[in-house]
Nanobody, 124 residues
Framework: EVQLVESGGGLVRAGGSLRLSCTAS????????VGWFRQAPGKEREGISC????????YYADSVKGRFTMSRDNAKNTLYLQVNSLNAEDTAVYYC?????????????????WGKGTLVTVSP
C-alpha cells in the first residue's frame, strides 16, 4: 500500500520559516520521483517542485525559487521542503506526491500518489 504522510506544518509569522517532511512507504522510494504541491483556500492546486529518482531532474516553480528548497533522504524514505521568507500568499495545504518521473509539466498535471497534506498558515 502506497502511503505518503506529511508533517511540519503550522502557524508562522510572515518572514518566518518551516521545514516540511514527507515520509513514504509501500513503494521503492529510491526509484520514484517525488514532489510538493499546495492548494490555497479557494484556489486551484499549484505545483511547487519535483525531484527525480533514477536521474537528477530537479524543477521548481518560478514563484518559489530562492525561497523554497527541496531535498530527499533515500535512507529514511523521506522528502523535505524547507520554506523560507514566508508571506501570506504561501498559506495553503501542502501535499507531497510521487510518480515515476519528474518533468516541468508534472507541476501542472500532478502525480500519481498523494499524501493528505499539512496546513501552513502565515500570519501577517
Amino acid at each position: 500500500e502506497v502511503q505518503l504522510v506529511e508533517s511540519g506544518g503550522g502557524l508562522v509569522r510572515a518572514g518566518g520559516s518551516l521545514r516540511l517532511s514527507c515520509t513514504a512507504s509501500g513503494f521503492d522510494f529510491d526509484d520514484y520521483a517525488v514532489g510538493w504541491f499546495r492548494q490555497a483556500p479557494g484556489k486551484e492546486r499549484e505545483g511547487i517542485s519535483c525531484i527525480g529518482g533514477l536521474d537528477s531532474s530537479l524543477y521548481y516553480a518560478d514563484s518559489v525559487k530562492g525561497r523554497f528548497t527541496m531535498s530527499r533522504d533515500n535512507a529514511k524514505n523521506t522528502l523535505y521542503l524547507q520554506v523560507n521568507s514566508l508571506n501570506a500568499e504561501d498559506t495553503a495545504v501542502y501535499y507531497c506526491a510521487a510518480d515515476f518521473v519528474c518533468r516541468p509539466a508534472i507541476l501542472r498535471v500532478g502525480m500519481s500518489y498523494w499524501g493528505k497534506g499539512t496546513l501552513v498558515t502565515v500570519s501577517p
